[in-house]
């Protein structure tokens, strides 16, 4: 890629990105007045706005409500990854809300081979994601067993486009990923509620390219060996309470195994990590491991671009005023407490994989009941995440700008 036509690149996205603050400064007037009917109690849909369309799927009962959001594209067929799923319930008339995104992917190579991504100097890429080619949006269903609710749906990215940053080099590093799926399955028991978060992510295809003249068109030069690679998913999590609330972590010996959110000493919500995951899809299971995510392992652009949690949080929330009252969608104006995490596949060479994560929400104050799990932690021991991170004024994530470049970018791929 010559200078001229970098700088031509870089003035595109310049320009671009002015007109996305713009249409950003007031995101609750970009949307079409259109409400998620929440006397549902299952319903999914989508929303219209001016940049891109949301898709939701929305589940309500007497103990808790669950939204699910997925941007997408209908003019060019595409999607930015930036899956939300968020949960609100009451434990003796104290309310919560519990909003999580998937801020994006990571590659690293573990040097001190514990496993995880701990130190500053593991982490190789991160992918700034471009957008899907194509989707499947949620088409909610529920089902019965016993006395038990279950509630699913699943949103499909197909060909998730990706650079890989920091750039090295004259030219751009990219990833196509042929397909990431989350099914979500949401079951309502007699005291608590329980998410199924199954991740099913497709191969990867990794290579170096630069484009071609003022046309834009990309010339693929060499393929990328990923051989020697894990992959860790950021998730950023957010908890609003009319209580002061508390985040524990119990910590095995290779990865925290679980996170609990307690309210003056009593569990109201719990994450599980400690499950294998699938990888090739032919059975061979591997222990999936789970950290926090310190600000002195992520690069500056990423901070920059994804910024923490609650911008992530703060940015899905201003839009909610517009889709419906949901009084108990952020903020609820008490504490709020946000935190990164990591899932770590320390074994993964760009291989297709299965994993699913679980969330329970207790709707009463007693202990959660005991966990079914492909894998015992080997040990446990309790300590609390400090979770007081800078937070942006504001998010103005890059992904997105790259997503509106996809017409003016739109290429020809060469294998």
């Known amino acids: 890629m010559s200078r001229i036509d970098k700088i031509k690149f870089i003035i595109i996205t310049l320009l671009i990105l002015l007109y996305f603050i713009i249409s950003l400064h007031n995101p609750v007037d970009a949307f079409v007045q259109q409400d998620i009917p929440i ?18 799927a929305w589940v309500h009962t007497n103990e808790t409500s669950l939204l699910s959001l997925t941007m997408f594209d209908e003019i060019y067929g595409c999607a930015p990854f930036y899956p939300f799923f968020g949960q609100s319930f009451s434990i003796e008339n104290n309310s919560f809300f519990v909003g999580t995104v998937i801020t994006g992917f990571e590659l690293y190579q573990d040097s001190n081979e514990n496993g995880v991504l701990d130190l500053e100097e593991e982490l190789l890429y991160y992918v700034m994601l471009n957008g899907s080619q194509d989707y499947i949006l949620p088409q909610i269903e529920k089902t019965t067993l016993d006395s038990m609710r279950i509630y699913s749906w699943k949103v499909g990215y197909i060909e998730v486009d990706g650079f890989l940053s920091p750039f090295t080099g004259p030219n751009f590093r990219k990833t196509i990923i042929d397909s990431v799926n989350l099914t979500y399955t949401f079951e309502i028991h007699t005291n608590y509620s329980e998410l199924k978060l199954a991740i099913t992510m497709g191969a990867w295809d990794t290579y170096e390219f630069k484009f071609e003249d003022e046309t834009f068109q990309e010339i693929r030069l060499q393929d990328i ?22 985040v524990a972590l119990t910590d095995g010996t290779s ?45 500056d652009e990423q901070i920059q671009e994804w910024g923490t949690p609650q911008a992530l949080y703060d940015w899905w929330g201003s839009f909610f005023s517009s889709m419906s009252e949901l009084t108990t969608i952020p903020p609820l104006g008490i504490e709020e407490v946000s935190f990164l995490y990591r899932i770590c596949y320390p074994v993964w060479n760009g291989e297709p ?15 959660f009941p005991p966990a079914t799990s492909t894998s015992e932690p080997s040990s446990s021991t309790s300590e609390t995440l400090l979770t007081d991170q800078p937070t942006p004024s504001f998010l103005i994530p890059e992904v997105l700008v790259l997503l509106i470049l996809i017409p003016v970018l739109r290429r020809k791929r060469n294998n």
């Not at 989508?46 to 940049?51: D, F, K, L, R, V």
């Not at 051989?227 to 508390?246: A, C, H, M, N, R």
Request: hydrophobic fraction near 35%; proline fraction near 5%; charge should be negative.
């Open 353 to 367: 994989f299965n994993h699913d994560p679980r969330y329970r929400a207790l709707f009463e104050s007693t202990v």
């Open 255 to 299: 990865g925290i195994t679980d996170a609990i959110i307690e309210v003056n000493n009593i569990p109201v919500f719990q994450s599980f990590f400690q499950d294998t995951y699938d990888l090739g899809l032919n059975g061979s299971a591997y222990p999936a491991r789970a950290i926090p995510a310190s600000l002195d392992t992520l690069y």
């Open 39 to 56: 006397g549902e109690e299952f319903v999914s849909g989508t929303i219209t706005n001016q940049i891109s369309n949301l898709s939701y």
């Open 225 to 246: 060996d990923l051989t020697s690679y894990s992959l860790s998913i950021l998730f950023g999590t957010t908890v609003s309470s009319e209580d002061p609330i508390d």
